[in-house]
């Protein structure tokens, strides 16, 4: 059974930083791309960042781009997203998900498998 599980989130001060995890089970991390996502009240859920199966390949949504950085450790069975210089609209529930497959895909409906969500908040 696929779980993933995420961990980090809380709320923080503009400016601030944060480190977002998401622990998989073993078949979870078989080498396939990871990705977060948010959803703020009230929105659609919005692409964050992904990474390839062996992180040497990433992408960010044009909103966090500079900021986020998304990373591996296959041997820890864990993603992580590194969330620096924190905005107010960067508040959300963030969560992680699984594809199936190797593409690098920034498309929620692309993802078989997902946490539970974390939740950020950013205070100004």
């Known amino acids: 059974q696929v779980q993933l599980v995420e961990s980090g989130g809380g709320l923080v001060q503009a400016g601030g930083s944060l480190r977002l995890s998401c622990a998989g089970s073993?078949?979870?991390?078989?080498?396939?791309?990871m990705a977060w996502f948010r959803q703020a009240p009230g929105k659609e859920r919005e692409f964050v960042a992904v990474i390839n199966w062996n992180g040497l390949s990433t992408g960010y949504g044009d909103s966090v781009k500079g900021r986020f950085t998304i990373s591996r450790d296959n041997s820890k069975k864990t993603v992580y997203l590194r969330m620096n210089s924190l905005k107010p609209e960067d508040t959300a529930v963030y969560y992680c998900?699984?594809?199936?497959?190797?593409?690098?895909?920034?498309?929620?409906?692309?993802?078989?498998?997902w946490g539970q969500g974390t939740q950020v908040t950013v205070s100004s």
């Open positions: 073993a078949r979870a991390f078989t080498p396939t791309t």
């Open positions: 998900a699984k594809h199936r497959g190797v593409a690098i895909a920034k498309g929620p409906a692309e993802y078989a498998y």
